[in-house]
Nanobody, 115 residues
């Protein structure tokens, strides 16, 4: 079974940092585009950051300059380094893997940023 497992969420003070990890199994990780999405209560899920199989990155305007997405194909893992966190970053963060004819979501990890 294809599986994405996120970790690294938790409670952090505003201005602090967290590093999220997403480890994949049962997929050919290196050929998948990877992304981090988030969903706050009552809000739509939104793209936070993405990295293609070729290493190109894209960020939501709200996180540019604060978040960094990276991948380690040898470890089948994608990371989201989150710095200068704000209360509005509070959400469940989801890992996504996609390629032609395939899309898989992780279970989500909760990030709570206190003011």
């Amino acid at each position: 079974q294809v599986q994405l497992v996120e970790s690294g969420g938790g409670l952090v003070q505003a201005g602090g940092s967290l590093r999220l990890s997403c480890t994949a199994s049962r997929i050919i990780f290196s050929i998948n585009n990877m992304g981090w999405y988030r969903q706050a209560p009552g809000k739509q899920r939104e793209l936070v950051a993405a990295i293609t199989s070729g290493g190109s990155t894209n960020y939501a305007d709200s996180v540019k300059g604060r978040f960094t997405i990276s991948r380690d194909n040898a470890k089948n893992t994608v990371y989201l380094q989150m710095n200068s966190l704000k209360p509005e970053d509070t959400a469940v963060y989801y890992c996504n893997a996609n390629r032609v004819n395939s899309e898989v979501w992780g279970q989500g990890t909760l990030v709570t940023v206190s003011s």
